[in-house]
């Protein structure tokens, strides 16, 4: 049972670069997250999707976009990366019960030069 | 103000002390309160999770809650090498259910 999936694990991206990260969850779990985190800040909200077919802003939108594919997969994608968008990605899911009980993939990080 | 602050740390503490971690959070109306534990370079995981004032213990871990004071904690009995980690506290807002997380108390055990 592989669980919360991500792809890939490392990248570095000059600035102005696109780029789609990839996610994906065998559990089927209906809510799926993507978060970023930063040294003294925490884990901050991008985009959330509550069931297949929805998406939704989070803390942190601006520069994003993901797309939620089938109830499995959601991407997060960057259509021109800047140097703040260097960070840890973690996508996460979880199940309707207990929605605050987040399983997250093993992360990616990424710079932008 | 943050919604969830903690103290950054580092947490020093000898094999087999007590650990105790602090989390003040700012939406009174917070329903649901959260610890995940982190290992350098790896993914949180949930350790604990406690919505009514008072204690939830689990094996060496015990919640604390108090939402008059708007402060949740984290005790790591006979603290082992192992607990070494950082540690998230998690609340949800008011009529949600999505998580606002801290910074992290970074935890060393010593042995």
């Known amino acids: 049972n592989a669980g919360v999936t991500q792809t890939p694990k490392f990248q570095v991206l000059k600035t102005g670069q696109s780029m789609t990260l990839q996610c994906a969850q065998d559990?089927?779990?209906?809510?799926m997250y993507w978060y970023r985190q930063d040294p003294g800040m925490g884990l901050r909200l991008i985009y959330y999707?509550?069931?297949?077919?929805?998406?939704d802003k989070g803390e942190v939108p601006n520069g994003y976009n993901v797309s939620r594919l089938n109830k499995r997969e959601f991407s997060l994608r960057l259509e021109s990366a800047a140097p703040s968008q260097t960070s840890v990605y973690f996508c996460?899911?979880?199940?309707?019960?207990?929605?605050?009980?987040?399983?997250f993939g093993s992360g990616t990080q990424l710079s932008v030069l | 103000q943050k919604e969830v602050e903690q103290n950054s740390g580092p947490l020093s503490v000898p094999e087999g002390a007590i650990a105790s971690l602090n989390c003040t959070y700012s939406?009174?109306?917070?329903?649901?309160f959260f610890w995940y534990r982190q290992y350098s370079g790896k993914s949180p995981e949930l350790i604990m999770f406690?919505?009514?004032?008072g204690d939830k213990e689990d094996g060496r871990f015990t919640a604390q809650l108090n939402k008059a004071s708007q402060y949740v904690s984290l005790l790591i009995r006979d603290s082992q090498p192992s607990d070494s980690a950082t540690y998230l506290c998690?609340?949800?807002?008011?009529?949600?259910?999505?998580?606002?997380f801290g910074a992290g108390t970074t935890v060393t055990v010593r042995a």
């Open positions: 406690i919505y009514s004032n």
């Open positions: 998690a609340v949800t807002r008011s009529n949600d259910y999505k998580l606002s």
């Open positions: 939406d009174r109306g917070s329903q649901s």
């Open positions: 996460a899911s979880s199940e309707a019960t207990v929605r605050e009980k987040l399983f």
């Open positions: 559990m089927n779990h209906n809510s």
């Open positions: 999707s509550a069931s297949e077919g929805t998406t």
